[in-house]
């Protein structure tokens, strides 16, 4: 099977490698892709957001299936066109993809299928901003209704910055959700849909905040780790019973079946679990620490995600061994990332035992040599027996990888790892039983 892979970041890259591991897939190219996967497979420099252009390559291509890694490109209706052109393609359509390009139609369709979530209102001006506010009370959540990349989502003590946040987004010509905080902690689950069926990956937990301790502002996704030893057992069946199986039936009543990944972001709140937010594709950095795990081939597994055969699948196989990813940023991320940094250092910090380079914002200059070219610049993967041998490999190439300025956090699954982390979370309202997890 031959396989293009759409996107330039670090879960395209860590698709890809995943890809090639699969027996049953003979090629991979990718578009537009970067440094790290270019070493890899063919890469082809197109506008991957370009429906036309990319349907035009796969075509070209003969390709089996195309995989759409990043949420621009389903919003802009690539899925649409490669499936028009009469290729499998694994991503929702652009009218699937709503479901995380807005906010607000997330929340309706979460309405409809009785998912649990938080209270949230739709604010249109300062007035409706500033009652829904105080209707919720501190602390205020604000969230852009359009895609921006993780980072429009506000979450403050301070009212003015509320307000001030809900005004950008109103000055911009958009809109805001503001909603009721949820406590607890947060949980990545990556649901494969097939336009009716469902399979779940292991679930991940991911950093968002720039800083140590869960301080500053939000970003992309700072690093990621799974499995999580301290969920609960059931969650996974949970998501898939209370979340997924409603919302994917949802889609297919509405007539805009849903296939690719449903990204359920989870809050464990001492009130029970609720649906943070939906992505319409896998997560940036999860991925690069969740697929190093699965031992069942990821093309075949895609490709009858793509065609409709999820039900045939056999269970999900996993490697009992744990993943960290840490992200090294650039200097200045998330507000305006400075690069064209040199890289050093990844030869090395690839060849420890149990770690590999994902590349994220990255390109070859002039001379051929590795520049830093994103916020988001590359992830350090390491793999080992438990959590904390997994961060001390991770955390050994880190401190390899040279970049002038470069930040990341030292407590990515830290918590996890010392056994800190406190579930309040009776589950899900008259959820049903437990049954599996992966
Ligand atoms: P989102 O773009 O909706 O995923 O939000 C980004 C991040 O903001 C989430 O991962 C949470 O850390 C935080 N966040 C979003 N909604 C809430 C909420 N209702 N309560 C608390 N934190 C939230
Ligand atoms: N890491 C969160 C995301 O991909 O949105």
Known sequence: MKVLVIGPGGREHAIVRSLLADPNVSEVHAAPGNAGISKLVPTHAIDASDPDAVAALATRLTADLVVVGPEAPLAAGVSDAVRAAGIAVF???????????????????????????????????AEEAAD????????????????????????????????????????????????EFLDGPE??????????????????????????????????????????DWAPEGLVQEVIDRVAQP??????????????????????????????????????PETQAVLPRLKTPLGGLLMAAARGELDKAQPLRWSRESAVAVVVAAANYPDAPRTGD?????????????????????????????????????????VGTDL???????????????????????????????????????????????????
């Open 342 to 382: 040199r890289i050093r250092g990844l030869k090395k910090a690839g060849s420890l035992e149990g770690v590999h380079i994902i590349h994220a914002g990255t390109r070859f200059d002039d001379e051929g040599k590795v520049v830093s070219a994103g916020g988001r610049v590359l992830a350090v993967v390491a």
């Open 132 to 179: 829904a506010l105080d209707t919720f009370g501190a602390p205020y959540v604000v969230k852009d209704d359009g895609l921006a990349a993780g980072k429009g989502v506000v979450v403050t003590n301070n009212r003015a910055e509320a307000l001030a946040h809900a005004q950008s987004c109103f000055n911009a010509g958009g809109v805001v959700v503001i909603e």
């Open 91 to 125: 991503g929702p359509s652009k009218a699937a993809a709503q479901l995380e390009a807005s906010k607000a139609f997330a929340k309706e369709v979460m309405a409809e299928a009785e998912v649990p979530t938080a209270m949230a209102r739709v604010a249109s001006n």
């Open 187 to 228: 949980v990545s689950v990556f649901v494969l849909c097939d336009g009716s069926n469902t399979v779940a990956l292991a679930p991940a937990q991911d950093f968002k905040r720039i800083f140590d301790n869960d301080e500053g502002p939000n970003t992309g996704g700072m690093g990621a780790y799974t499995p999580l």
């Open 247 to 284: 919302t994917v039936k949802q889609m297919a009543l509405r007539g805009t079946p849903f296939v690719g990944v449903l990204f359920v972001g989870l809050a464990l709140t001492s009130r029970g679990t609720r649906v943070i937010e939906f992505n319409v594709r896998f997560g940036d």
């Open 388 to 438: 904390v041998e997994a961060r001390e490999r991770a955390y050994d190439g880190v401190e390899l990888v040279q970049l002038d300025g470069c930040q990341f956090r030292t407590d990515i699954g830290g918590k996890a790892a010392r056994g800190e982390i406190r579930v309040l979370s009776p589950g899900m309202p008259s959820g049903t039983k437990a049954k599996a997890q992966p």
